[in-house]
């Protein structure tokens, strides 16, 4: 277990009914407290050891961030960019942020989200930046979080995947659920104000005739209370404050480029067709994928219809020859997760990138932004033109 002044942290590879025989305390009646997080899920991408039990400082999370390696990577990326003038020279003292090389999916979450509020942000705000609700496609959206989230997705990539995250510093608790709404997440309110929100109803035993609200939280939702206030916040009211701190709308209308503003080049590099083949073979393309996948796209305009199984060894077992790309796999549960894409799920996915030098994500400034925006990250040779002439 661990301890700060405004948590209590209990870990252990432990089956639910265990907890209080090796923790006795929690089965002491003077023991009391205005809320607890309580996590009981097997390990799925990690080996299971006790410093990888929830919960974590701020947080426990059911599912998986599928954008991990990414995450990680940006985060890494960015500390050479970071200042700040509360903590000095000794920021450095804080890196890595992340060690994902001992840490699991959820932990290196964690360590985000108590980054960004140790330097200065709300709990409610730090999820919001890590885990955005589905923005791009909602035309209903108000301005002014529109404008947030367009802003914050120039200064920090999202933390994508199926998850339902509770988390707490003490004083608020709260939760939120991912932009696809893949995982469960249910809540009921009894006429005493006990809140209960879990992965599903009947987690703890509640007389029906007591509950006085049940519901479940939406995708890209959020459900906090105030523990000091003593009082419900619900999706609306937390957004609505912390969305009209700053001008955002206005910071990106100052600083931020789309690429289609752009003027368009006088000199445009052509296609060199005798090496298409050439290239083709050095980029992995098959005869099987020109036939069975690009010709039919080509001449329909849709997506192949095909089957997702293959029965072939894999690459590192084959005794024939195999591309370098096969050697390959993907890191995170993929039979468990269905298949999404910008096009039928335009409405929670978008491909809409924004390039340019990363801001110090420690400071929440105008400038932050000044970035170009891209509606898809391939480029033309038009559009790769255009950003070479900014120069």
């Known amino acids: 277990s661990s301890l700060s002044g405004n948590t209590i942290v209990y870990k252990g590879m432990l089956l639910p009914e265990q907890v209080a025989l090796f923790y ?12 607890a997080l309580v996590h009981s899920r097997f390990s799925t991408n990690t080996f ?10 701020y947080s426990v999370h059911n ?4 954008t991990l390696k990414g995450n990680v990577n940006w985060m890494r990326a960015r500390q050479g960019r970071l200042a700040s003038d509360l903590f000095g ?20 979450l964690d360590n985000a989200i108590e980054f960004l509020v140790m330097a200065g942000r709300s709990l409610p705000h730090a999820m919001m930046m890590l885990i955005p609700e589905p923005w791009v496609g909602n035309p209903q959206m108000d301005f002014d979080r529109r404008g947030f989230y367009e802003y914050h997705a120039a200064v920090m990539e ?5 998850a339902a995250v509770c988390f707490t510093d003490g004083k608020l608790v709260g939760a939120t659920l991912d932009r696809n709404g893949l995982r469960p997440c249910r809540y009921q309110i009894t006429k005493d104000d006990v809140v209960v929100l879990a992965s599903e109803a009947g987690v703890l035993p509640t007389d029906p005739k ?17 523990t000091v206030q003593g009082r419900i916040l619900d999706d609306e009211e937390i957004k609505a404050d912390i969305t009209k701190r700053k001008p955002y709308r206005q910071w990106l209308t100052q600083y931020r480029v789309s690429l289609d503003e752009l003027p368009e080049p006088l000199n445009v590099p052509q296609p060199d067709h005798p090496t298409l083949r050439q290239r083709q073979q050095a980029f992995g393309y ?6 069975m996948v690009l010709i039919p796209m080509a001449v329909t305009g849709e997506e192949p219809i095909s089957s997702m199984g293959t029965d072939t060894p894999l690459a590192v077992l084959s005794e024939r ?17 269905p298949p999404i894409d910008p096009i039928r799920e335009h409405l929670v996915m978008s491909l809409v990138t924004n390039i340019g030098p990363k801001p110090n994500v420690i400071a929440e400034i105008p400038e932050a932004c000044r970035r170009i925006k891209l509606q898809q990250p391939i480029l033309s040779n038009v559009d790769l033109q255009k950003i070479r002439m900014i120069g």
């Open 24 to 35: 006795p305390d929690l089965a002491d009646p003077t023991f009391t407290s205005a809320l």
């Open 48 to 57: 299971p050891t006790w410093a990888l039990a929830h919960p974590y400082r």
């Open 63 to 66: 599912g998986e961030i599928n």
């Open 89 to 108: 020279d000794d920021l450095k003292k804080l890196f890595p942020i992340i060690d994902d090389s001992t840490q699991s999916d959820s932990a290196c």
């Open 158 to 162: 999202p933390w994508d995947g199926p």
């Open 210 to 226: 007591t509950i006085r609200v049940k519901g479940r939280l939406q995708p890209g939702r959020m459900f906090v209370v105030d």
């Open 286 to 291: 098959t005869v099987e994928e020109l036939k």
């Open 321 to 337: 020859p195999q591309l370098l790309f096969k050697y390959f796999k993907q890191l995170f549960a993929q039979v468990t997760n």
